[in-house]
């Protein structure tokens, strides 16, 4: 994690488009880069200097050395990440997962720290998000886009449903190891943004439940 000593710092992040999104200008005595530490997943944001800057940074190794010595402070950690950071993607997330029925009642908190571990890809138009007969490792939730489902049948392709903004895909699929009889593809003019949850992160929230 990283602390601004001097100088300012714009940060960025990507939602729906390929474009990143301006999210805010940090001072000195802010702090980036907790959320990547403190909950073990991969940085969502992109920050940059915008002209000279000093800045203190913490290893991530020196960090959990610090944690296991005063577990309160990772405690209250987390709890200031969940109650400061509620960017659009975290209030998607928030909302559309309770669609999946036998995961509807697991705790809010859990959900939050779930949602810092989610990646947002982006596709082309006609662009293949799974084809039929691929291990399916991850619940898909459309933020942008339409999203054509089908099945191989013979050498024809059949289009058996069209999902927009709001709808999960795979939430079962991801339970087993089986191949999925349906593909998924890009069907929108311009681009698709699909809130990707790995299985790792899956499992890991099941263990929680």
Not at 160 to 174: T, W
């Amino acid at each position: 994690m990283f602390f601004l000593v001097r100088g300012n710092c714009d940060v960025f992040k990507i939602l729906t488009t390929t474009v990143p999104l301006y999210v805010a200008t940090i001072q000195p005595g802010a702090m980036f880069g907790e959320i990547a530490a403190v909950l073990n997943c991969r940085s969502s944001a992109s920050v940059i200097c915008k002209n000279y800057c000093t800045i203190a940074g913490l290893q991530i190794e020196d960090y959990f050395m610090i944690a296991m010595r005063f577990p309160r402070l990772a405690e209250k950690m987390a709890k200031r990440i969940q109650a400061n950071y509620k960017d659009p993607m975290t209030n998607f997330f928030m909302h559309r997962f309770k669609n999946i029925d036998y995961l509807a009642n697991l705790d809010e908190r859990i959900i939050e720290e779930i949602s810092f571990h989610l990646k947002v890809v982006i596709y082309q138009y006609n662009q293949e998000i799974l084809a039929p007969g691929q291990l399916c490792d991850n619940v898909f939730f459309i933020m942008k886009g339409v999203v054509e489902i089908y099945i191989q049948s013979d050498n024809n392709q059949v289009v058996i449903d069209y999902l927009g903004k709001g709808s999960v895909i795979g939430q079962y699929s991801i339970l087993g190891r089986e191949k999925t009889l349906f593909g998924m593809r890009a069907v929108m003019a311009g681009t698709t943004s699909i809130l990707c949850l790995g299985k790792d992160t899956f499992e890991t929230m099941r263990m929680k439940r």
